[in-house]
């Protein structure tokens, strides 16, 4: 296949036999195109060197190829730092953006009361992802304005009332359940337990809730007076665990709502003199990359961030299609290490 010049996309509908309109949906990846006519098309444009001009698409469309990302997180004393649980649902997002042919604008939950007027509006972006934990209850009136002005987004872990599609979450009471089981097994069974179990983070209750339940189930009540709240820090972590400890409060077990409540968690209990997993054992959430690191390294309960970064993605495309998306919810898998 020859071709002098700079292909368009009228050349790729000759070599390829269609219509320029097919073309440009077939490369925009478009249901309304068959898979064998969107191979076609792709293979020639790929071999006369096609490149898509992205600003005469856009004002075509009136689109962006380009999401927006909203990151909530709970306030730390470092503002450099972030979740590292995050970043790794970051890289997923980003690669499967890229996959798709799109752009990713990154920014932090601001003050603006309009994000459909920041994003969509103003054609910023197409659609937005929200991902993080901050209190729920805080941004819950945002989504309910989202919803009222029909802006395509979709939102990681917290639940959007009246519309579970537009939620992308681990099955977090699952989770709860499987790091009871785990202690359960280990004959631990006077447990406390780590982070905010209120609806303040959904996420947080539903995996206290699945591990209250479990042991519920074998006859065993937890005690109200081993539970301490905390945020998703290390500091947090640390600070609620000295204080069980200073009003001793004793436990053979500590389940962690999240890895850096966990690894907060063992620095107390190991400045306190208590050594874990001997006197106590401890189980985190997410699988963080630091979690196999932390000595002794952490067990914990993995949340799949590749797969959640892709149906986060591809549930937001589908909506900005016009297409029907139904609730995903993730597999928690636990992963058993020395603690």
């Not at 599609?165 to 406390?192: E, F, M, P, W």
């Not at 780590?194 to 995996?207: Q, Y």
Request: aromatic share 8%; glycine share 6%.
């Amino acid at each position: 296949m020859k071709h002098k010049g700079k292909a368009t996309s009228f050349d790729i509908a000759h070599y390829a036999g269609v219509s320029q309109s097919t073309v440009s949906r077939a490369l925009r990846n478009s249901p309304l195109v068959n898979e064998e006519t969107r191979r076609k098309v792709h293979e020639v444009a790929a071999k006369l060197n096609y490149k898509v001009d992205k600003n005469a698409s856009n004002l075509r469309t009136q689109q962006s190829s380009t999401l927006a990302l909203l990151l909530f997180e709970d306030p730390t004393t470092d503002e450099s730092q972030i979740n590292p649980f995050f970043l790794s649902m970051l890289g997923s997002i980003t690669r499967a953006c890229s996959k798709e042919g799109y752009d990713l604008l990154v920014s932090f939950q601001s003050s603006s009361q309009d994000w459909r007027a920041d994003y969509e509006d103003s054609h910023r972006a197409d659609g937005i992802i929200l991902l993080g934990y901050g209190d729920y209850l805080d941004y819950q009136s945002r989504l309910q304005q989202l919803l009222e002005q029909d802006t395509k987004f979709v939102c990681w872990g917290a639940k959007v009332d009246g519309r579970p599609d537009l939620t992308v979450s681990c099955d977090n009471y699952g989770g709860g359940q499987l790091a009871a089981q785990h202690l359960i097994d280990q004959k631990r069974t006077d447990c406390a337990f780590i982070g905010d179990a209120s609806h303040h983070s959904p996420e947080f209750f539903a995996r206290y809730q699945g591990f209250k339940d479990t042991f519920q189930a074998k006859g065993i009540q937890l005690n109200e007076r081993k539970i301490a709240n905390a945020i998703s820090t290390e500091d947090s972590g640390y600070h609620a665990t000295k204080s069980l400890i200073a009003n001793n409060v004793h436990f053979n077990a500590l389940f962690a709502a999240s890895d850096l409540i966990a690894i907060g968690a063992i620095r107390a209990l190991q400045e306190a003199g208590i050594a874990v997993p001997n006197d106590v054992r401890v189980v985190g959430f997410d699988n963080i990359p630091a979690a196999s690191y932390v000595s002794p390294a952490l067990t914990t309960v993995q949340q799949n961030t590749t797969l959640a970064g892709q149906m986060l993605v591809s549930n937001l495309l589908s909506l900005i299609r016009g297409e029907t998306v139904e609730s995903t919810l993730l597999p928690p898998n636990l992963i058993v290490r020395n603690t």
